[in-house]
């Protein structure tokens, strides 16, 4: 299958990506990795006019540990991200990475294509509503900094305003006595989650400091549940507590029915997986070391 | 509209230099300017894997690059692995195991495999399941596959820890 024509402009430098971007105007599109956008275009579901490939500007892979705060370059990719010394310090950043489609996707997605897609079906989106992320940004009148909530605006419609490239991700490490995890159900390993949730606690003496939930693929955008971080934060995870934020959780979700799952499958596939990464966060924000990995129907 | 590109991509050693439209393909690069037909185009949607090539040393799905996003990397092939008229090892391994039945995704599976054993020489049965996680066989071989390559991983050791004792006259 062919892309309908483009015309191809390789960027040095994120100025020369924006100058691009701003002098074609409407028809272009920014290609990084390609994994979400070549599909796009191989079905025609978009006839860009020109790409602009930003894939080869140096310096915007980096994932750099700042102490407090972790920064993430657009271009980096998820297996290097899930190879990292980030991935090995905050397993949830591990879950996410490691489950995302399949090694050879791992190898060319970025996690600044994955967020720029405003796709709700994309994880890194979901992973940086459960860390409080922000998005980095460049276009014609500078950089600016976006919180992740409210980014991704619609399905396929971001707060990217035109000409306006991501550069980086960054979030709060999380503190001590913190733990989370980042579930997914999927058909199969390059298919994109029927249903995912990131969970993310801390937790002392046994009391919920703070909490965090965020589901993936079950709406038109990423979605937070706060409804269900409040069933939780205060309280000590008791089993009536856990179920109510699960409950609360489905509340918060918006699925639907499409090839992977009707609405109703979702939703309890939403309440199993809240309470799954719930009981993982728990344990490691008790310091345990704990496995997770996708689960395939 | 559409300017075509001159790039210059080194598939298994040799490098070629082509004009090509932008939207074309690498696998479509591969097969079509190139003519090295052993890399097959399966789903053409990222899902099976049978495109599967080295790119820079690393496992892609050639029908989700653009050719021109390859210029001046490194590809390898399942044409490449072959040296001197001898199968490599992995291929090897599979005939011996039975694990190709129609051949469509074993291409694919050779470069996941290769790949595999050149990170990580003593994989274990679920490393070996998660490196071809991004291939599907629709004869669903995959249990004469995964033995293939842990064969093949059993017999490179094999063979280099000749070489060493060859090298190291008592």
New interface residues.
């Given amino acids: 299958?062919?892309?309908?024509?483009?015309?191809?402009h390789?960027a040095k430098t994120v100025d020369e990506a924006v100058g691009l971007l701003a002098g074609i105007g409407e028809g272009a599109r920014v290609?990084a990795g390609?994994?979400s956008l070549?599909?796009i275009?191989?079905?025609r579901f978009d006839e860009p006019?020109d790409?602009v490939?930003i894939?080869r500007i140096a310096n915007l892979d980096q994932i750099d540990d700042a102490g407090e705060v972790i920064n993430i370059g657009a271009l980096a990719t998820h297996?290097r991200i899930g190879a990292s010394a980030i991935a090995e310090a905050i397993p949830i950043v591990s879950d996410c990475a490691n489950g995302i489609?399949?090694?050879?996707?791992r190898?060319?997605g970025t996690i600044g294509g994955s967020v720029a897609s405003g796709d709700p079906s994309c994880d890194w989106p979901t992973l940086l509503h459960t860390l409080d992320g922000e998005i980095l940004c460049q276009g014609p009148d500078g950089a600016r900094t976006l919180d992740i909530n409210g980014f991704v605006e619609d399905l396929y419609q971001t707060a990217l305003k035109p000409a306006e490239i991501i550069t980086g991700l960054r979030f709060k490490k999380p503190a001590a006595g913190s733990g989370g995890a980042y579930c997914t159900f999927k058909r199969?390993?390059?298919?994109y989650p029927t249903i995912a949730v990131g969970v993310q606690l801390t937790i002392r003496n046994g009391q919920v400091d703070s909490s965090r939930i965020a589901l993936g693929s079950a709406g038109l955008t990423p979605i937070r549940a706060s409804a269900a971080e409040a069933e939780l934060t205060g309280g000590s995870l008791g089993a009536d507590e856990i179920n109510k934020a699960a409950e609360a959780a489905v509340a918060a979700a918006d699925p639907y029915d499409d090839r992977r799952g009707s609405a109703e499958f979702k939703r309890q596939l939403i309440a199993t997986l809240t309470k799954r990464a719930i009981a993982i966060a728990q344990r490691r924000a008790g310091g345990e070391t704990v496995k997770n990995s996708p689960e395939y129907y | 509209m559409n300017d075509r590109i001159l790039i210059t991509v080194t598939v298994n050693g040799a490098p070629h230099e082509r004009e090509v439209e932008p939207r074309l393909l690498l696998v479509q690069f591969i097969r079509e300017e190139l003519g090295l037909t052993g890399t097959h185009i399966g789903c053409d949607t990222s899902y099976c894997g049978a495109c599967t090539v080295l790119l820079n040393d690393l496992p892609i799905k050639s029908c989700t690059m653009l050719a021109v996003q390859a210029d001046g990397y490194e590809v390898r092939t399942v044409e490449g692995l072959e040296k001197d008229g001898k199968l490599h090892a992995v291929q090897d391994a599979f005939s011996e195991h039975h694990a190709l039945q129609c051949g469509y995704c074993t291409p694919g599976m050779l470069m996941s495999a290769c790949h595999l054993l050149e990170t990580n020489a003593r994989p274990t049965d679920l490393e070996i399941r998660k490196s071809i996680q991004g291939n599907l066989c629709r004869c669903t071989g995959y249990s004469n596959i995964i033995k293939a390559i842990a064969s093949a991983a059993d017999k490179i050791q094999e063979v280099s820890g000749q070489e060493v004792a060859g090298g190291n006259p008592v």
Avoid: E, H, S, W
């Avoid at chain 1, 489609?101 to 996707?105: E, I, P």
């Avoid at chain 1, 199969?188 to 298919?191: F, L, T, V, W, Y």
């Fill in positions: 299958m062919y892309p309908a024509p483009f015309q191809y390789r290609l390609g994994q070549l599909a275009l191989k079905l006019t790409l490939d894939g297996n489609a399949d090694n050879q996707v190898n060319l199969c390993a390059p298919a």
